[in-house]
């Protein structure tokens, strides 16, 4: 079975520029969740979809934003990038949003913000 | 906000010596979830711990919920060359936003 997928792998932008990440989860899978991993730290939850609707938002600010559509892939988008924004950002799916639910992680997309 | 921490940030140990990494939580947490990444790679679910002081094992490893739900501890015996990585620790605290530890960077010299 296929596991997330996560494209593009790599993306490098500029300060101010807009950026568009991609996940598609587990076949089955109907929530999907973004983290934000700064290299050396743990990742930091952005957001959590199920059924197309926001179910959980972390501390980012309003430049984050994200979508989950009818197949359950999500889009995250992040607006006026700035430096900081740099990172391995990473999409999770699982089953249900019952936090006891195990998060099968993708191989995340690294963003470079110059 | 709730915060997790862990603790060493970072531990080199000899093959064949134990190590453990210790995760504190703010609050009280509903379970904990313990992940290990790989250099260059993304989390990999370990295990689930729910019940205070519960205690589970998967061969060389056992993990341990603290009875006041709010530590954890995740012990290797007798570390392979193949436990190099980062740990972390990962818990709800009855939300569903999973908060993760800072982790613990596992080197391990042959």
């Known amino acids: 079975d296929a596991g997330v997928t996560q494209s593009p792998t790599h993306l490098i932008k500029t300060r101010g520029q807009q950026v568009t990440l991609r996940c598609s989860p587990i076949s089955g899978h109907k929530s999907v969740s973004w983290y934000q991993q700064v290299l050396g730290q743990g990742p930091q939850f952005i957001f959590q979809?199920?059924?197309?609707?926001?179910?959980g938002r972390g501390n980012f600010p309003d430049r984050f934003s994200a979508r989950q559509f009818p197949n359950y892939s999500s889009e995250l988008n992040v607006n006026a990038l700035l430096l900081g924004d740099s990172a391995l950002y990473l999409c999770a799916s699982s089953l249900t949003t019952d936090s006891g639910n195990e998060q099968f992680f993708g191989p995340g997309t690294r963003l470079t913000v110059l | 906000g709730q915060q997790v921490m862990q603790i060493p940030q970072y531990q080199h140990v000899q093959e064949g010596e134990d190590f453990t990494t210790y995760c504190n939580s703010s609050?009280?947490?509903?379970?904990i979830q313990w992940y290990k990444q790989r250099p260059g790679g993304h989390p990999v679910f370990l295990i689930q711990l729910v019940k205070s002081g519960e205690v589970k094992k998967q061969k060389r490893l056992t993990f341990q919920f603290g009875e006041a739900k709010k530590n954890s501890s995740l012990h290797i015996t007798a570390t392979q060359t193949t436990d190099v990585g980062t740990y972390f620790c990962a818990g709800y605290t009855g939300r569903r936003a999973l908060t993760f530890g800072s982790g613990t960077r596992l080197q391990v010299q042959p």
């Open positions: 609050t009280t947490l509903s379970n």
């Open positions: 979809y199920y059924e197309k609707e926001e179910r």
